[in-house]
């Protein structure tokens, strides 16, 4: 956010020492000071005066209206935004410039590589079809990673399953309480329907597959059920006895009925029968740690 305001700054002062300030402003001057005034942020106040808006998530949602307005009927042209605005609104313009390919990543506290699909959908803005024939995007990015970048931009990349460890023990939980695998096998032959068993012979290496033997892909998916059913039998999803037959269990259902992970629903389950055997005990504070142990809020930012 604060690079938007700073981008915005400094293509202000770009376009004064040209003697050209009011360049990207098409509108009279006495009409951007209204719009200007009607802003709340001070930052875009300053802005709009130039013909150039900026839109991030901290703003008002006054000032965002102001500014999509402006932009999307060209009063100003152009637009300082941060890449959350490619997968929200759709502003389609003739040149979008990507100032770089890494966002800091507070998790893991470094710098990290957008996904290809976050920046193709950047680029994916630029063209009109109701105003131009052509379009253009510059994506500037550190010398070491041109090759890749040109690569992906002009060569199709392979559509790769996201079928693994992390979230196929939600999957089978669901087949399990809706009765379609009722054993390891059900299991089994689940898999081979699967995106994942499609390309795992053409793609070894992406799935660390050693083996591509039919027993060695056999041996893989195997190894990933009996992890998933094993993650399951903790979590009290599902039982699972001698003669190799699966079952449901009531924390089965829920968690498949409510999309929550298994791993939620047996930590819920694990704290609430705490809170049961300590009566004298008040619910919040475990209540709120539940919330906030949560996998399904982990990808949420957390504003400071």
């Not at 800091?104 to 024939?133: C, E, N, S, W």
């Not at 089965?252 to 009925?257: D, L, R």
């Amino acid at each position: 956010r604060r690079q938007t305001r700073l981008t915005a700054l400094d293509i202000i002062s770009l376009c004064a020492s040209n003697d050209k300030s009011k360049a990207f402003l098409h509108m009279e001057e006495e009409e951007a000071e209204n719009y200007a005034q009607m802003a709340l942020d001070s930052a875009l106040k300053h802005t709009l005066l130039f013909g150039i808006g900026i839109h991030h998530a901290g703003l008002n949602e006054t000032d965002r209206e102001i500014v999509e307005e402006l932009f999307s009927t060209g009063k100003i042209q152009v637009l300082v935004c941060t890449s959350t605005l490619a997968w929200g609104v759709n502003f389609p313009a003739h040149l979008v410039i990507v100032k770089g390919t890494e966002y800091f990543d507070g998790k893991i506290g470094r710098y990290k590589d957008f996904p290809v699909t976050d920046l193709l959908q950047m680029i994916g803005r630029a063209g009109r079809p109701q105003y131009d024939t052509s379009a253009c995007a510059v994506i500037l990015v550190h010398e070491p990673k041109k090759n890749f970048y040109r690569k992906f931009l002009y060569e199709p990349f392979p559509v790769e399953s996201q079928l693994g460890v992390d979230n196929l023990p939600a999957h089978i939980n669901a087949e399990v309480a809706g009765s379609a695998i009722n054993s390891r096998d059900d299991a089994l032959v689940y898999m081979t329907w699967t995106y994942l068993f499609r390309r795992l012979l053409r793609n070894p290496s992406y799935y660390q597959l050693e083996d591509s033997s039919p027993e060695g892909v056999g041996n893989f998916l195997t190894n990933l059920i009996e992890k998933s059913i094993d993650e399951l039998v903790v979590n009290k999803c599902i039982k699972a006895d001698c003669d190799e037959k699966l079952a449901t269990t009531q924390l089965g259902k829920i968690a498949s009925f409510y999309y929550i992970s298994p791993h939620t629903a047996g930590k819920a389950f694990e704290k609430l029968q705490l809170l049961k055997k300590y009566d004298e005990m008040s619910p919040y504070p475990w209540l709120c740690q539940l919330l906030a142990d949560a996998n399904e809020f982990s990808e949420l930012p957390v504003r400071h």
